[in-house]
Nanobody
Framework: QVQLVESGGGSVQAGGSLRLSCAAS????????MGWFRQAPGKEREFAAA????????NYADSVKGRFTISRDTTKNTVYLQLNNLKPEDTAVYYC????????????????????WGQGTQVTVSS
């Protein structure tokens, strides 16, 4: 069982930055690949970024590539999403998610693959 708690959301102007954090409970954090997803009002949840359990490989949605950076700190059981050059269309609730990974290469952008989800944190970008 993994519990995930996001933080770091807020309101910023276009062009601004935020860093989201996702703290994971449990002793097996290193066994999980992690992902960030987002859901805007009236839209389906969409993939933003993912990272392998060892942190060696990352994957991004085209809409955030070059602006967002996912990373993880195994000593703190935390995964981060750095959001730079934010745009109004980035406004959404951001969720982190965990999926059990059986090797260091496993990474997925499919929401259905993830086993555990946080409660979400709101990001609002004004123009």
């Amino acid at each position: 069982q993994v519990q995930l708690v996001e933080s770091g959301g807020g309101s910023v102007q276009a062009g601004g930055s935020l860093r989201l954090s996702c703290a994971a409970s449990g002793r097996t954090f290193n066994s999980y690949a992690m992902g960030w997803f987002r859901q805007a009002p009236g839209k389906e949840r969409e993939f933003a970024a993912a990272i392998t359990r060892a942190g060696g490989t990352t994957n991004y949605a085209d809409s955030v590539k070059g602006r967002f950076t996912i990373s993880r700190d195994t000593t703190k059981n935390t995964v981060y999403l750095q959001l730079n050059n934010l745009k109004p269309e980035d406004t959404a609730v951001y969720y982190c998610a965990a999926v059990r990974a059986y090797n260091d290469k496993y990474i997925t952008s499919s929401a259905r693959s993830y086993d555990y989800w946080g409660q979400g944190t709101q990001v609002t970008v004004s123009s």
